[in-house]
RNA sequence: GGAGAGUUGGCUGAGUGGUCGAAAGCGCCUCCCUGCUAAGGAGGUAACUGGGUAACUGGUUCGAGGGUUCGAAUCCCUCACUCUCCGCCA
């Protein structure tokens, strides 16, 4: 959410910079509601401060035995004006609040102009591509198993076999010592959320058809994000302790109404997904610091993995719709013959952070922090990049040696 | 699922119809004293928000939402959450 002040002093500034990512900022609709807030705003609380009084006053006269009714009909009258007008200020002041939450956060200026996704740029390219394999991910394994799930549960899902399941858990740990390790706290969280966690991390009001609604109105978590910054919801945090550094295994569920027919084979789309997720809260100043520290924390797994991957920076019209900057990894995928996102990791500058109300004190007063997060990794797609880019042609994945102690060996073989 | 107790500022906690945005303590900030440290003294310190160039000044908020009342942290109703006991259970 932006700052309403912010957008009344400059709006013209911000509607141009909206502009970059194919926001179209209404400014007629703004400036008639936020004209017409000013002058309810004003009469009511005029009427209010009337209204107070009145009722000392009556308490006075009371008190002290004197005559009442005539400043009774007085009160009356200005409290039956007030229900009136206050009426309409909160139907106007909801409608500005729905308006605010449709805004997407500004793009850095840093970010370069673009389209979508075509117009991303990749600012690195690390590790050689040297698998000859092109055989995809359930032409090496029928340990992946759509069938089965399918029956289970339906399309979207699978069940993975024989040394699978122990693979996934061993990135899993490998992903999660690795975050421990460059200063990220671990939590086991909720997987299902309140509506005013996910408002607060910006899914909803707008992305509801994207996520699954329980019958006791919550919604599964499509990310570890949504829980990890809602434990500081509604907090100060303390200044010297930013930037403070998250991290959670989860699994995550997401509808995927929007991409019926979109990579319906294999492992790549599922409702159901392993994500290990890392988190900053931050100091607003060097905020995008971070991001870069987060970035590299991601692409340290990859690193380490002998993966190889590029990492893509977003141009403004395909950033999400609360991040301010975004940098995606993507892993090299042999079946598929090119880079497929394994990471989006994201300042989110204080969009959430307005939306979720997380503050520190100085003494220049009170500030929103500033979010940042990124996937460290996805392991369903991390499981997929390692098995196409490290078969052996003869039912064996060679497994890196950073995750071999995981698994107590170099060579783990598939069905 | 049943019974009871609770939810107040950054934190602990008092407050049962107007003088309460709220005692006290902790924390934090400024200053003073002590040559350092420890301790002590004085003052300040809730959030959000409107109007105003400003000085300043108004409004809202005591878990959430309704209600009673001229007036609600305080009384009534509904809901959420926390705790205790019972039941059930991995």
Known sequence: MLDIKNLRENFNDIKKMLSRRGYNLDQDR?????????????????????????????????????????????????????DE?????????????????????????????????????VIKKCGSITATNTLDHLEITKDIDTDMAAKIAGSRFSVLKGELPKLQRALIS????????????????????????LIGTGQLPKFEDDLFKTTENLYLIP??????????????????????????????????AGSYGKDTRGLIRQHQFEKIELVQITNPNDSMACLENLLSNACEILDLLELPYQVVELCSGDLGFSSTKTYDIEVWMPSQNKYREISSCSNFSDFQARRSNIKFKNKDGNHFVHTINGSGLAVGRCLIALIENNFNGSGGINIPKPLQPYLDTALLSVN
């Open 30 to 82: 703004f400036e008639s509601l936020d004209e017409k807030r000013k002058i309810l705003q004003i009469s009511v609380e005029n009427l209010q401060a009337d209204r107070n009084k009145l009722s000392s006053e009556y308490g006075k006269l009371k008190s002290s035995g004197e005559d009442v009714d005539e400043l009774k009909i007085t009160i009356d009258k200005t409290n039956s004006e007030l």
């Open 85 to 121: 007008k206050d009426n309409e200020l909160q139907i106007l002041l909801k409608e500005i609040q729905n308006f605010l939450l449709d805004i997407p956060n500004i793009p850095d200026q840093s970010v370069p102009d673009g389209k979508d996704e075509n117009d991303n740029v």
């Open 174 to 197: 490998f992903m999660i010592d690795n975050a421990v390790k460059n200063g990220y706290e671990e939590y086991y969280v909720p997987f299902m959320a309140n509506t005013d966690s």
């Open 223 to 256: 990310t570890a994000e949504v829980p990890l910054t809602n434990i500081f919801r509604d907090e100060f945090v303390s200044e010297v302790e930013l930037p403070i550094k998250v991290t959670s295994h989860t699994p995550c569920f997401r509808s995927e």
